[in-house]
Nanobody, 119 residues
Framework: QLQASGGGLVQAGGSLRLACAAS????????MGWYRQAPGKERDLVAA???????DYADSAKGRFTISRDNAKNTVYLQMNSLKPEDTAVYFC???????????????WGQGTLVTVSS
């Protein structure tokens, strides 16, 4: 089970930190990712981190978002800075063994948390 939290309303240029707590899986073995889905659009991978800590980002997130994980707390984070109105979406965390990519389907999904960025 993945439980996401931290979404909310923020002004453009602001920051938010999302968190996703995992249970029922060997967290340290899984790659973790954050996806987002805006109204009327597909769900896209924003950032991923593998079990070893290597990260990957969508072009839209590079330089603004940082994904990290705390294996002791079974939690993955997404720090989002310099937010833009186009970042408005429902953000979902996901887990997959052994890696996450834009071409793979996660093994587990979180329930989603809404991020709204006002202009």
């Amino acid at each position: 089970q993945l439980q996401a939290s931290g979404g909310g309303l923020v002004q453009a240029g602001g920051s938010l930190r999302l968190a996703c707590a995992a249970s029922g899986l060997t967290f340290g073995n899984y790659a973790m990712g954050w996806y987002r889905q805006a109204p009327g659009k597909e769900r896209d991978l924003v950032a991923a981190i593998n079990s070893g800590g290597s990260t990957d980002y969508a072009d839209s997130a590079k330089g603004r978002f940082t994904i990290s994980r705390d294996n002791a707390k079974n939690t993955v984070y997404l720090q989002m800075n310099s937010l833009k109105p186009e970042d408005t979406a429902v953000y979902f965390c996901a887990a997959r063994w052994p890696i996450i990519s834009s071409r793979s389907t996660p093994d587990y999904w979180g329930q989603g948390t809404l991020v709204t960025v006002s202009s």
